[in-house]
């Protein structure tokens, strides 16, 4: 009887026992508005030890900022045109900015590719989204003022002429933030 109820106390000390993880990386999908955090807890960090060239204890803080990526093409004349083969239109513009701003005491790489074929280029239903200058480091932030910190921009552009008359998404962006 008492092998037994040391063998169920041994099992419910185990079960009540928490473990510690080390986050390599992080991914978040969809659309967020809000803030993503992750905490690394380690009794290797010491925070009198931070060289701003390689810190030993890196915060990273990184901010994405999205233009708004909503692109409506009007067509401006119901006549076909025999040279494009298309009925001519326009879009209300041709360009998104997608800003990171690095505010970590740690350098950080961009890249941001579509998701569907983690490409910069993507065409769906004859509309071309194209990223440029989509891949970049961003230095560390120590040493800035906060409106100063080190950003920088990728551009989407949208072009074609759209073969179907629906709303439709073209694809989604990735943006991956690794440590440099």
Known sequence: ???????????????????????????TSGNTTGDVNVKINSDELDPDDNDPDNPKNP???????????D??????????????????????????EVKVTNHSNAA?????????TGATEVTTNSVTATLTDNSF????????DADEAP?????????GHPSTTVDYKVDTINVAISAK
């Open 151 to 159: 950003s920088d921009t990728a551009i989407v552009t949208v072009n």
């Open 108 to 116: 950080v790489a961009v890249s941001a590719t579509f998701a569907s």
């Open 59 to 69: 915060v990273y803080y990184v901010v994405i900022e999205w233009d708004s990526l």
């Open 71 to 96: 692109f409506t093409y009007t067509l401006s004349s119901l006549e076909w045109d025999p040279v494009t083969h298309n009925y001519p239109g326009i879009w209300n513009k041709s360009t998104a």
């Open 1 to 27: 009887m008492k092998k037994l109820l040391a063998l169920l106390l041994v099992a419910v000390l185990a079960a009540s026992m928490s473990i510690s993880g080390f986050a390599a990386s992080v991914t």
């Open 137 to 144: 480091d961003l230095e560390t932030a120590v040493g800035t």
